[in-house]
């Protein structure tokens, strides 16, 4: 079984929990759509920020994604890893076998948050395709109300979305694409941009998904 974007069929009315877990229990992680093996992008930009190791990084909407395992390995020790799905973050420990103790797990909605409202303050901010699914103001007013609580003053932002000409749905879902103008005024003037880029995704299909890449840092609170 494969999950291409094009093959989700979304109902009228969507329970977005059990999407997402549906799609995480009918298909290994290499065979969803939005798969990458490694995430050069963003640890190069973890690297441009010179984010230290004992680092409190937060990968909000992180799915099942190898990122987590890579930051791992590379020695990463403040970790939290988060998605509206159990399964994908249980597919996530189950890889990492005993190294899973060296990460936190939080089952939470980024629109109704409560577990992730309890936080201290993160150093990093990690999104990859996640903001892209709000379409409603209120839906990013949430996210960003989120972030700014989180973040800390000289912490750092990454957003990875679809591009203006990039894909205008996922999994059935319409998407809100950006770019990096648009995300700044979304951040305000708290925020600097230190880092920017454009980036063409290839999904496990042959199919190209254009994204841009941003790096923030908070100067302020």
């Not at 190294?99 to 993160?122: C, G, H, W, Y």
Request: hydrophobic residues 40%; aromatic residues 10%.
């Amino acid at each position: 079984m494969t999950t291409k974007e094009s093959e989700c069929n979304i109902p009228e009315e969507i329970d977005y929990t059990a999407h997402w877990n549906a799609a995480y229990v009918k298909n290994p992680t290499e065979k969803l759509g939005w798969f990458e093996e490694r995430s050069k992008e963003t640890i190069q930009l973890l690297k441009t920020a010179k984010v230290p190791r004992d680092a409190k990084i937060l990968n909000v909407g992180v799915g099942s994604s190898m990122i987590i395992d890579e930051l791992v390995a590379d020695g990463y020790s403040g970790l939290i890893a988060n998605d509206l799905s159990e399964k994908a973050l249980n597919d996530i420990q189950n890889r990492l076998g005993a190294s899973a103790s060296k990460v936190r797990f939080i089952t939470d909605d980024l629109m109704t948050p409560t577990k992730l409202q309890e936080l201290n303050e993160v150093d990093v901010w990690n999104d990859r395709a996640v903001l892209h699914f709000f379409l409603k103001e209120e839906e990013q007013n949430a996210y960003f109300s989120l972030l700014k609580k989180l973040v800390k003053v000289n912490g750092f932002v990454i957003i990875a979305v679809f591009a203006l000409d990039g894909a205008e749905k996922c999994c059935g879902l319409q998407l809100q694409r950006y770019n990096t103008a648009m995300l700044q005024e979304k951040l305000g003037n708290d925020f600097v941009l230190i880092d920017s880029f454009n980036h063409t995704f290839v999904n496990p299909y042959g199919g190209e998904r254009p994204y841009i890449y941003t790096l923030f840092q908070r100067k302020s609170k």
